[in-house]
């Protein structure tokens, strides 16, 4: 059966040269790179070619880069950091509705210790509006977290003149650029963000590494105590063949961003069954998207069932997010746009990636129709 | 994970669809929530001869209206008022 994976935004498949590189790096460069004898500073080596390669990925210099386990620990690393430096100045944090669990839970954790959050809203489209930060911002606000792109639908948010407005007041600005390395290009002096999250699994790295940008400058506090690795900021012997593996995707990634294909694979895929499918819409902003990502509402049929009538079909796609899968609670963000609850439950997150080709998109458009049509014969509201 | 019969019961849902001129119609659930269930029933003296459902909500929910469609038919009224929850999930296994 053919199989098309259409999940990149969950997780992307390993690059095969990243797959190489690891391998090689497990079976010779296995020295702790603390250590002073060969095998070790090869290791060490290896560590700071692969911090170059994540620092060039966003125009960062390398000494800005921490590893972390992933894009959940430098979430974490960014808000709890900078709130334990921060934490004479003031206990005011702006987040928004929209941001992933892995920043609304560390917030909400704040927030039982005594801090206050602002989560600002967001438009039909999922957009922050940078007014709405302005009005936000107190004189006791000590950091600011506005994720780059959103993961459910992919809606790319104005960092950059949220940023701006962070500056002029001299608050710290993060970003949870997860979703967007890769897909599109992210440089961190166009954004004029303090600190920026990276995660390896979505460039088609491995899985447990990640990385926060620090701008040289920024005051924060490492959560995590041991030894000197990552200048502190997080220590633990490095895992180097993770790390290895992050750099070499981030280098290919670099080199083969491939916004204008996918966006036209995603643009054919939401057009052709707008034509064939009734009462279907789009969520997300029409232009300032994600390439590769395509949610859409299909009314009265249930998410679960489309999931498994699909993957019967070889096709895996996802809902809004993979963590409300378990859940079966309505996503969060469409929530946050208005989205009516019936019309969550009837969503579906469509998220392409390197290995998908037009014959993918073909096979979807020839038989999506035909699930949905039969998926509605079932529904009593239909 | 769902297991085979779930599976099965979704994949070929029993008696699914609308039914014309039923002799009872039931629905459950609000569309908020994310489940309906509209289950019709035909009686004849006293016996359900014919039993059929439509559902909006996740695979288990298919299932379990599929499978309520089966249990039911053949049964008095009275019989069928004493299937639980417990009876349908046991059914499917």
């Known amino acids: ?382 | 994970m769902y297991s085979e019969k779930v599976m099965d019961h979704f994949r070929n849902p029993r008696n699914m669809g609308e039914m014309e001129n039923p002799d009872g119609i039931g629905r459950v659930g609000n569309p908020v929530c994310g489940d309906v269930m509209d289950l019709y029933i035909k009686v004849k003296n006293n016996i359900i001869i014919d039993a059929k459902f439509q559902t909006f909500g996740c695979g288990a929910a298919i299932a379990a209206s599929s499978m309520v469609t089966e249990l039911v038919k053949g049964k008095s009224i009275d019989e069928s008022l004493e299937i639980s929850n417990k009876a349908v999930a046991d059914a499917l296994g």
């Open chain 1, 1 to 382: 059966m053919r199989k098309i994976y259409l999940d990149n935004n969950a997780t992307t498949p390993i690059h095969p040269e990243v797959i190489k590189e690891m391998g090689n790096d497990l079976e010779i460069t296995y020295g702790n790179p603390s250590t002073l004898y060969s095998i070790g500073k090869e290791a060490k080596a290896k560590l700071e070619e692969a911090r170059g390669r994540v620092a060039n990925i966003i125009g960062a210099k390398s000494e800005e880069i921490v590893f972390t386990s992933g894009g959940t620990e430098a979430n974490n690393l960014a808000i709890f950091g900078i709130c334990k430096a921060y934490r004479n100045k003031g206990n005011h944090i702006i987040t928004s509705k929209i941001e992933h669990d892995s920043v609304l839970n560390t917030c909400k954790a704040l927030e039982r210790d005594g801090f206050d959050i602002a989560y600002l809203p967001v438009d039909s489209y999922g957009m922050v509006d940078p007014e709405e930060l302005k009005k936000a911002i107190r004189p006791d606000t000590i950091i600011i977290s506005i994720m780059h792109s959103n993961n459910e639908t992919g809606t790319i948010q104005p960092v950059s003149d949220m940023a701006r407005i962070a500056k002029d007041r001299g608050i710290p600005f993060h970003t949870d650029a997860v979703q967007s390395i890769g897909k599109i290009k992210v440089n961190v002096e166009d954004l004029g963000v303090n600190l920026l999250s990276i995660a390896s699994h979505k460039i088609y790295g491995p899985k447990g590494i990640g990385a926060l940008y620090i701008r040289k400058g920024t005051r924060i506090q490492p959560i995590l105590f041991g030894g000197h690795q990552e200048k502190g900021y997080r220590p633990g012997t490095e895992n180097v063949p993770g790390i290895v593996g992050f750099g070499k995707a981030a280098e290919i990634a670099d080199k083969n961003i491939e916004t204008e294909r996918l966006a036209r694979l995603r643009d054919r895929l939401y057009n052709s069954l707008k034509e064939k499918i009734e009462r279907i819409r789009l969520n997300g902003h029409p232009t300032r998207r994600l390439p590769n990502t395509l949610n859409v509402s299909i009314e009265f049929v249930e998410v679960e069932g489309m999931i498994l009538a699909l993957d019967d079909l070889g096709i895996s796609v996802g809902t809004g997010s993979a963590c409300a899968t378990d859940t079966l609670e309505p996503s969060h963000v469409l929530a946050a746009m208005g989205v009516p609850p019936q019309l969550a439950h009837s969503t579906l997150r469509f998220s392409l990636g390197m290995d998908n080709t037009d014959e993918d998109i073909d096979y979807l458009i020839e038989i999506f129709p035909g699930v949905i049509e039969r998926l509605r014969s079932f529904s009593p509201l239909y």
